[in-house]
């Protein structure tokens, strides 16, 4: 029996795998020392525990456990890499390149920054979601410290071509940094082979759990350092104080290495589900991917449907948990940033449905899937005027429309 | 967001869906809305020319829950009005039979909006001079 709702929003977050959950438990209870607690065994059992984890956290990336701070998540790791980087080499310049699509942990601390007086280039992509390499390369500056990409998006998946941007950015004596928190634990994500010198991750988005992160920073070649944006009792080789999280951090290690030796066999099923889901609901009319389709990411799919309004679709397929490109709680609809950076018209963005499915996702679960978003778009379009006119060949856009 | 009982009533199963004939001299046809704004209505009546009751209703709504339950509703109450009548169909009337929260009024004034175009469309036709609409 299938258990409704169906989730089928992951890159929002992940469910805990259950052997996550159990290799935490312990350290809630029994051991549940301060890792900086060294006088005792309690503490020192807690720092083995985060010692082991590090290793764990670090090699799903090819790191060195050495280069590991532990955070609170994706959103202070992507804080600490750009405010810290900034502060650290603010005798060699103030300026960092980003891209519109990011995340709004980068932009809004960019648009922090920015006040503080960096200069700060947002660059526009692709029609599919991609980086214009030439565009980089032509935006870097002398005064340019850091070059700052995400790895896959949160929205649409699109992996960027991360090595290339990495040799640009050092081309021109810039750091690298890379927000993978959709990308670690589903595709390589090599910070040697890829050239990654600061790389943002967290645990809740691969089956770990919520409140823990990482920020990976390069020792060797070059030594990277990040001013401190947390003051403490200096943990963390002074990068990041506070108590650590113990039981996260052992969650988090444990995910890391079930994403290392599941993440082939995971990508290939989870990949041939999304296409038997994308390319069912493509069969329907006006209906469009959001992305490019080759470079992204295994397990997810975004896509419009015109004619159809996001709100309504959204109630129509009440019993899966998806997200939309429209932000519907409000009064004033705000079509999603990303969609629109692509050159989606507002409808377009309105109207799409992010998928993503999981290592639990079930052929079952697809088949409800395909099935209730076909009735809801077909349905909704059979009470649309829009999808009237459309069908009789007029234009809507020769319409005066009366803005309300 | 949490929808009331009669919204996801008329949601799922929404009143006279559909399409009358708009070259009709007795049929009014109100479009209202954009689509860059989420929400397009048609509403239409056809009336009766001798007694001046509206004989039909239908719509054909792009939107949210609520603008779709807003029209259905519109052209239920529509149906065996005069004229007279329907005109007074207050915004506020559909908002407290509907329960809708407050970022949801909008889409009972369009109905209302959507009612009265349709009626001038229906005057204009008919060589009577349109309402004033705010």
């Known amino acids: ?404 | 967001m949490a929808y009331s009982e009669k919204v996801i009533d008329h949601y799922s199963n929404p009143r006279n869906i559909g399409t009358l004939d708009k070259s009709k001299n007795n049929v009014g046809t109100g479009l209202v809305g954009a689509p860059e704004c989420g929400d397009v209505m048609r509403l239409q009546i056809e009336v009766d020319d001798a007694t001046g009751t509206i004989t039909d209703a239908k719509f054909k709504t792009f939107g949210c829950g609520s603008a779709i339950a807003s029209s259905s509703l519109a052209t239920e109450w529509l149906k065996g009005k005069s004229i007279d009548d329907a005109l007074k169909i207050d915004n506020m009337d559909i908002v407290e039979e509907l329960a809708l929260p407050p970022v949801k009024i909008h889409c009972s004034v369009l109905a209302e909006d959507a009612i009265k175009a349709a009626i001038n469309d229906y005057r204009t036709k008919n060589n009577l001079t349109p309402i004033e609409v705010h």
């Open chain 1, 1 to 404: 029996m299938l258990k409704l709702p169906i989730y089928l929003d992951n890159n929002a977050t992940t469910p805990v795998d259950p052997r996550v959950l159990q290799d935490m438990l312990p350290y809630f209870t029994d051991v549940f020392g301060n890792a900086a607690s060294r006088n005792h065994p309690f503490g020192w059992k807690a720092e083995e525990a985060v010692d082991y984890a590090r290793e764990q956290v670090a090699q799903v990336i090819g790191a060195s456990e050495k280069e590991i701070i532990f955070t609170s998540g994706a959103t202070e790791s992507n804080n600490l890499a750009i405010k810290g980087v900034y502060e650290m080499y603010a005798e060699k310049g103030n300026h960092i390149i980003t891209l519109t699509t990011e995340h709004k942990a980068v932009l809004d601390t960019c648009k922090h920054l920015e006040k503080m007086g960096a200069d700060i280039t947002y660059l526009s992509v692709k029609g599919d979601g991609m980086i214009d390499l030439d565009e980089l390369e032509a935006a870097m500056k002398p005064t340019t410290i850091l070059v700052s990409v995400m790895f896959a998006n949160n929205e649409i998946g699109v992996i960027q071509p991360i090595k290339e941007i990495a040799a640009i950015a050092h081309k021109h004596g810039a750091l690298f940094h890379t927000d993978a928190t959709q990308a670690v634990g589903k595709v390589n994500t090599d910070v040697n082979e890829f050239g990654i010198d600061l790389l943002s991750y967290t645990a809740h988005k691969m089956y770990g759990p919520k409140g823990i992160g990482a920020l990976y920073v390069r020792r060797k070649n070059p030594r990277v350092k990040v001013t401190a944006q947390m003051d403490g009792g200096g943990h963390e080789r002074g990068m990041r104080s506070g108590t650590l999280n113990v039981p996260g951090i052992v969650g988090f290690g444990k995910a890391c290495e079930l994403a290392r030796l599941e993440m082939n066999q995971d990508a290939a099923r989870l990949s041939k589900m999304r296409d038997r889901l994308e390319n069912s609901l493509l069969e329907l009319e006006e209906s469009y991917l959001n992305g490019n389709k080759e470079h992204r990411l295994p397990h997810c799919t975004n896509i419009s449907f015109k004619y159809v309004e996001g709100e309504g679709l959204m109630m129509g397929v009440k019993d899966i948990a998806v997200s939309s490109g429209s932000a519907c709680t409000s009064a004033s609809l705000e079509p999603s940033y990303v969609l629109k950076a692509l050159g989606l018209d507002d409808e377009l963005a309105h109207s799409s449905l992010r998928f993503g499915l999981s290592r639990f996702s079930t052929d079952e679960e697809i088949d409800f899937a395909i099935n209730q978003t076909k009735e809801a778009v077909t349905k909704l379009r059979e009470m649309s005027p829009l999808w009237e006119m459309f069908k009789e060949g007029i234009d809507l856009k020769s319409i005066a429309w009366a803005e309300h």
